[in-house]
């Protein structure tokens, strides 16, 4: 499969279409997922335009998974977690369904969540914790 240059998150990236931002740097932006499993769902995801992990190059990879591990360290902390599950979706056949390749933070456990994209948020409730999120990595980067 080819990339679509027209997918969710590539109109996302390009502000096309709003986000509530958590993080952005040159190569990564991080946002809340607008149906998320549980309180505090944030996705993050490459600028390159990669569909899958098989797809994104070495050095794309080395960044996200060390952007993964900056929002998940503020996902935590922002929120009290006491725990966070990581997951990510490669192909149709895995239940991915935006084709750019993302990582999922979701505090608590994967096992125990609402389904997949199922029940969209409150953009007030998803801000407000966005906000404590966002403070957090302020606050990990002083
Ligand atoms: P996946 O099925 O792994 O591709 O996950 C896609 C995720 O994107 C799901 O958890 C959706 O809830 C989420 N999602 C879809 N559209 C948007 C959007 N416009 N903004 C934020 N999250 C979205």
Redesign the pocket.
Known sequence: MTYDNDN?FAK?LRGE?P?IKVYEDEQTLA?????PQAPGHT?VIPKEAALTIHDLSDDAAANLINKVKLVANAVKKGLNADGISLFQ?NGKAA????PHI?F?ILPGSYLTAKA??SVSSDPTELERIASKIRASIELDSN
């Open positions: 969710i996302i279409i986000c946002f809340m997922d607008i149906m996705l979706l239940g991915q369904t935006v993302h999922h997949h994209a």
